[in-house]
């Protein structure tokens, strides 16, 4: 997937190594935003780490697994999705995705994560796909319940990030579900 035409001038794009300056850009002016819910908002702060990033996702498209993607409007970066674990034999994926303050409301999110979805598990087969958040995070939650994901439990203070130890909510969909939601 090079890039996928959402509608309405809406692209879905591989964001790749060569493209660490813009992704830097984007994070630094998006910094604030991103921050709080994202490790990695708060740690890019150079190209350098940037292509170091991004260089880790093409590595695991090239192995069939993690791969990561720019949102985009009229060709500016608005955000991006990513397939954080992506594990074809395992039947399983998880999906993530950021988006700049001013680029909220307007469903971008919802329909990327739509496409990535299909592509997953109507295309690909796999099984089951995750949606993780912070509870604090509503924004994330309401686009999982947009999906039709379920709520199957928290991880009690999962990770650290910020000096706080954060729970982690996990969300789901099966295929099966997601082919019925789809027929609709």
């Not at 009229?74 to 994926?93: H, K, N």
């Not at 099984?127 to 994330?140: D, F, G, I, M, T």
């Not at 439990?153 to 650290?160: A, I, V």
Request: hydrophobic share 45%; net charge negative; charged share 25%.
């Amino acid at each position: 997937m090079l890039s996928l035409d959402l509608g309405d001038g809406l692209t879905l794009t591989a964001l790749e190594p060569w493209q660490s300056a813009e992704l830097a850009a984007f994070v630094a002016a998006e910094r604030d935003h991103l921050a709080p819910w994202l490790p990695w908002g708060a740690s890019l702060h150079d190209e350098d780490r940037a292509r170091a990033f991004l260089q880790r996702y093409a590595d695991g498209t090239a192995a069939d697994g993690p791969r990561i993607y720019a949102l985009r409007v009229a060709g500016r970066m608005i955000g991006g999705t990513l397939f954080r674990v992506f594990d074809p034999a395992g039947g399983l994926c998880e999906v993530g995705v950021w988006l700049a303050a001013d680029a909220q409301g307007r469903g971008h999110v919802t329909r990327a994560a739509t496409a990535m979805l299909d592509w997953a598990l109507l295309e690909r087969g796999l099984h089951r796909a995750e949606w993780h958040c912070v509870p604090e995070n509503l924004a994330s939650r309401k686009i999982a319940e947009r999906l039709g994901m379920r709520l199957e439990g928290t991880l009690r203070e999962s990770w650290q990030h910020r000096d706080r130890l954060w729970d982690t909510e996990v969300w789901a969909v099966l295929a099966p579900d997601w082919r019925a939601r789809s027929a609709t």
